[in-house]
Nanobody, 125 residues
């Protein structure tokens, strides 16, 4: 069972930056595509960014140009660098792992096999 743990959330002012990390464990020699999703209060979970095992990326239009997803396979860790944050970016951010399609990105949460507990990001105006 792959374990996914997020870290790096917090409170930041409008226009500020944060970097989220996501560590995947219990996955020796396995290949994972990874995604970041977010859920604001009263809203459905939405796609933010994804990265394949070999580094291809995809972004939601709402974060394109502001967020950057990257990974370090040696550390089994994925990062989400968030710049120019806005109050509407406030949400719980979830990291997810897809073991079935490691060379494809997906914006569909149902295609991910493992999820973290989430980390809160709050952007104050």
């Amino acid at each position: 069972q792959v374990q996914v743990v997020e870290s790096g959330g917090g409170l930041v002012q409008d226009g500020g930056s944060l970097r989220l990390s996501c560590a995947a464990s219990r996955c020796t020699f396995c290949m994972l595509a990874m995604g970041w999703f977010r859920q604001a209060p009263g809203k459905e979970r939405e796609f933010a960014a994804a990265i394949t095992w070999n580094g291809a990326t995809d972004y939601a239009d709402s974060v394109k140009g502001r967020f950057t997803i990257s990974r370090d396979n040696a550390k089994n860790t994925v990062y989400l660098q968030m710049n120019s944050l806005k109050p509407e970016d406030t949400a719980v951010y979830y990291c997810a792992a897809d073991r079935t399609r490691p060379f494809s990105t997906s914006n569909n949460p149902h295609e991910y096999d493992y999820w973290g507990q989430g980390t809160q990001v709050t952007v104050s105006s």
